[in-house]
């Protein structure tokens, strides 16, 4: 489990690296908008899960743009990273090519934590009920219908990464069973981890409203 002076410094050294990028070619790249006050400052602002968040330029903090509060460092670390990638990829466009997870380089090395994060949770919750995953992942995020499965729908989470969760219904031989799949570009933009939690940051909220 990591500790907090982990994320510590893997947001200092994200921050330390992209603070030597053009903001305006990062933002370009990865689908964010620029933002100047009159002022002088500026940000970028792009979608995360359906959510508006700005990242300050050039101290690179996140903040809600609902609420203006920073977002939790694992999606800080998560979102820069991505801008990070979006940069050295030049802009991966997503291609329609679907992969899972254990095509991811190093995937099978988190495989365990993706599981344990994101796959099984997600067909505990739903996969008895794999309507209920459809609807509220459209409320939640402006899901689209996919074409897999008994149950599916494809998730922008970012500007430049497409995921889609994927249900089959169990019957009297078989448990439920679901995917989740991602497009291939996501491989030039997030590393095996970073793709292991972004599937729980999609996932979980999603529990959290099945529960209530």
């Known amino acids: ?12 050294l994200v921050r330390g690296q992209l603070s030597e990028k053009n ?11 620029m933002i100047r006050d009159k002022d002088g400052s500026s940000a970028c602002s792009l979608s995360f899960l359906n959510q508006e968040v700005q990242i300050t330029w050039p101290d ?11 977002v ?3 999606q800080q670390i998560l979102i820069l990273h991505y801008l990070h990638g979006a940069w050295s990829s030049n802009g991966a466009e997503p291609t329609g090519e679907w992969i899972s997870f254990q095509e991811v380089p190093d995937g099978r090395f988190y495989l365990d934590a993706f599981n344990r994060r994101a796959k099984n949770p997600l ?6 009920k794999p309507e209920q995953m459809v609807k509220l992942a ?4 402006g899901a689209q219908p996919f074409d897999q499965g008994d149950a599916s729908v494809l998730i922008r989470a970012l500007p430049r990464i497409n995921v889609a ?5 169990g019957d009297e031989e078989f448990p439920p069973e679901g995917n989740i799949l991602f497009d291939r570009n996501i491989i030039e ?3 095996a981890e970073d793709i292991a939690w972004l599937a729980g940051m999609v996932v979980y909220p999603l529990m959290g409203m099945a529960k209530h």
Do not use: C
Request: glycine share 8%; proline share 5%.
């Open 72 to 74: 939790p460092v694992q």
């Open 23 to 33: 903001p305006d070619h990062v933002a370009r790249v990865s689908g964010a908008d």
């Open 165 to 169: 969760l994927i249900l089959w219904e």
């Open 1 to 12: 489990m990591p500790r907090i002076d982990d994320y510590n410094q893997a947001l200092a």
């Open 189 to 191: 933009i997030l590393s």
């Open 138 to 141: 459209s409320q939640a995020y």
């Open 123 to 128: 067909v505990q919750a739903f996969g008895e």
């Open 60 to 70: 690179l903090k996140v903040f809600s743009g609902q609420t203006g509060e920073e």
